[in-house]
Each structure stands twice: as structure tokens, then as C-alpha cells.
T-cell receptor
Framework: NAGVTQTPKFQVLKTGQSMTLQCAQDMNHEYMSWYRQDPGMGLRLIHYSVGAGITDQGEVPNGYNVSRSTTEDFPLRLLSAAPSQTSVYFC?????????????FGDGTRLSIL | DQQVKQNSPSLSVQEGRISILNCDYT??????FLWYKKYPAEGPTFLIS?????DKNEDGRFTVFLNKSAKHLSLHIVPSQPGDSAVYFC?????????FGKGTRLHILP
């Protein structure tokens, strides 16, 4: 009964380093998404995917890459970390179109860029 | 453009009273609206939803009202309890992505 699993839970990076935030779901959901949450800013959509092989940009995509090679996995890559990317990152999966089924969120990754 | 808007960043309510959280939207094609609750250091969790063909949905202490003509929905919590202190997001599934409001932080005062 794993749901959405995000790893790592915490990470500290130096400016310019790269890393990948992992997200995996075991509910066979087609739709997956990444958000960042900053104080007073709510949930801002970074990238999303409506199925394997399909990704699209959200509200704040700059500095991030994603891929969706399988239904289960949706990793988020920081290409060259910047202090402005210090945030809490949430991955979610669920149904999309015309559905009242909720999105399932992971517990988040707290990322600090020094 | 922000299709789902929560214009109150925070709200304080006395324990036992009614909490009313508001949400406005611009896209009349949304089929459903959902409310999520988020505690610190946790991911958001689903609270309650409403179909666009209904004007009310109730689940225990939580009731969501939908006014389609005004493109407005509200979440009522009665009675408010200390454990209701959290951030609440309204959301709507669009054609290709889920649209979230920016959230309202609810403080339940003793």
C-alpha cells in the first residue's frame, strides 16, 4: 500500500550541483505531476505528464527537467542547482480528465541549495 | 492566468465556530472541484469534492457549496476543531492538468 513514494526526504546541495528527485507510484495512474511549495506561494506546478512518454511544462519549469519512461516513475532533475530552488517539492499522481478522484501526494522532498 | 483563486491567504476561527473557506474559478467547463488539506511537513490529502452538477456535498463536519452562476465554491467546517488548523487548497481537474488555488491557512483558536 505504498501510494506515491518520494526520495530523498531531505537533501542539501551546493550551487551548481545537479540531482534527481525520485517519484514512484504503484496505482497505475496516468497523470503525474511535480509541485514546489514556497512560503506564501501555495503549490506551483513545475512539470506534469498525462502518460508514459508525454510530459509538459507547468507554471515554473525553468531549471528543471522531467521524463516519463514508465507509468510508475516520474523523476525531476535539477540541472544546475540555484539558491532560488530551495523549496519543498511534492510529487502527485491520479486521474485527470472529468474525474473527481483525488490526486495522491508524496510526503515531499525538502531541498536546500547553499 | 489563475483559473482557480483563493483570495484569503489566512483565516482565524474560534474553536467550535464555523470556518468558511472560499474559492473562485474562471473556467465554467470544470466538471469537478476538490478540496485538499495540508499539514506542515506532509503532502496534501484529499478532503471532499463536488460535481459541477450539484450545489452541495456534505461529509460529516465538512460541506462544500457550489454557486455556478457566481463561479464560486466554499468549504464549511462545523464545528471547527483544533486539528482543522492546516492549509486548505481548492483544485479543479482541467483538460490536461490539475489546477490548484494558492491555499488558505486556517488557524483554529482555543
Amino acid at each position: 500500500n505504498a501510494g506515491v513514494t518520494q526520495t530523498p526526504k531531505f537533501q542539501v546541495l551546493k550551487t551548481g550541483q545537479s540531482m534527481t528527485l525520485q517519484c514512484a507510484q504503484d496505482m497505475n495512474h496516468e497523470y503525474m505531476s511535480w509541485y514546489r511549495q514556497d512560503p506564501g506561494m501555495g503549490l506551483r506546478l513545475i512539470h506534469y505528464s498525462v502518460g508514459a512518454g508525454i510530459t509538459d511544462q507547468g507554471e515554473v519549469p525553468n531549471g528543471y527537467n522531467v521524463s516519463r519512461s514508465t507509468t510508475e516513475d516520474f523523476p525531476l532533475r535539477l540541472l544546475s542547482a540555484a539558491p532560488s530552488q530551495t523549496s519543498v517539492y511534492f510529487c502527485a499522481s491520479g486521474e485527470l480528465r472529468g474525474s473527481n478522484q483525488p490526486q495522491h501526494f508524496g510526503d515531499g522532498t525538502r531541498l536546500s541549495i547553499l | 492566468d489563475q483559473q482557480v483563486k483563493q483570495n484569503s491567504p489566512s483565516l482565524s476561527v474560534q474553536e467550535g465556530r464555523i470556518s468558511i473557506l472560499n474559492c473562485d474559478y474562471t473556467n465554467s467547463m470544470f466538471d469537478y472541484f476538490l478540496w485538499y488539506k495540508k499539514y506542515p511537513a506532509e503532502g496534501p490529502t484529499f478532503l471532499i469534492s463536488i460535481s459541477s452538477i450539484k450545489d452541495k456535498n456534505e461529509d460529516g463536519r465538512f460541506t462544500v457549496f457550489l454557486n455556478k452562476s457566481a463561479k464560486h465554491l466554499s468549504l464549511h467546517i462545523v464545528p471547527s476543531q483544533p486539528g482543522d488548523s492546516a492549509v486548505y487548497f481548492c483544485a479543479a481537474p482541467g483538460d490536461d492538468k490539475i489546477i490548484f488555488g494558492k491555499g488558505t491557512r486556517l488557524h483554529i483558536l482555543p
